[in-house]
């Protein structure tokens, strides 16, 4: 009975074995999303994010707050990968933290997107954006 229940234990964390994830498929859902804010084409955002985050918060309230933080900080005009992380924590589905030094038509920002593969897609579970 003991060697059972080692076994169906072993077998329950190598079942919880991060995957390794594409960084460059991350990388293409996050500077679409750069690409889409910036040209505030949020129907189109909408298709990048995870049904988590899609059901986090209505559409009209996330779309709002991004119209609202590009009118302040005015169209995108350049972008430019500073860091990338790849994050296996057990028990967590793995995500890539992908962070961009951003420069508008009035300020720069710092923005940073969250990816998950979800449903074969990678797809976005967070956006942070701050002008630090």
């Given at each position: 009975?003991?060697?059972?229940?080692?076994?169906?234990?072993?077998?329950?964390?190598?079942?919880?074995t991060?995957e390794?994830?594409?960084?460059?498929?991350a990388?293409?859902?996050?500077e679409?999303?750069?690409q889409l804010?910036?040209?505030k084409k949020?129907d189109g955002l909408?298709?990048?994010?995870?049904?988590?985050?899609?059901?986090?918060?209505p559409?009209?309230?996330?779309?709002?707050?991004?119209?609202?933080?590009i009118?302040?900080?005015?169209?995108v005009?350049?972008?430019?990968?500073?860091d990338?992380?790849?994050v296996?924590?057990?028990?967590e589905?793995?995500?890539?933290?992908?962070?961009?030094?951003?420069?508008?038509s009035?300020?720069?920002?710092?923005?940073?997107?969250t990816?998950?593969?979800d449903e074969?897609?990678?797809?976005?579970?967070?956006?942070?954006?701050?002008?630090?």
């Amino acid at each position: 009975m003991k060697k059972i229940l080692i076994l169906i234990t072993v077998i329950s964390f190598a079942s919880c074995t991060s995957e390794k994830l594409d960084m460059s498929a991350a990388r293409k859902t996050a500077e679409s999303a750069i690409q889409l804010i910036g040209d505030k084409k949020f129907d189109g955002l909408a298709a990048l994010y995870t049904k988590d985050f899609n059901d986090s918060e209505p559409k009209e309230t996330r779309e709002l707050k991004l119209q609202q933080i590009i009118d302040a900080v005015g169209n995108v005009m350049e972008y430019k990968l500073t860091d990338s992380t790849q994050v296996n924590n057990t028990g967590e589905e793995s995500r890539i933290v992908l962070k961009y030094k951003v420069k508008h038509s009035k300020l720069s920002t710092t923005e940073t997107y969250t990816i998950m593969k979800d449903e074969g897609k990678y797809l976005l579970s967070n956006i942070d954006i701050t002008n630090k």
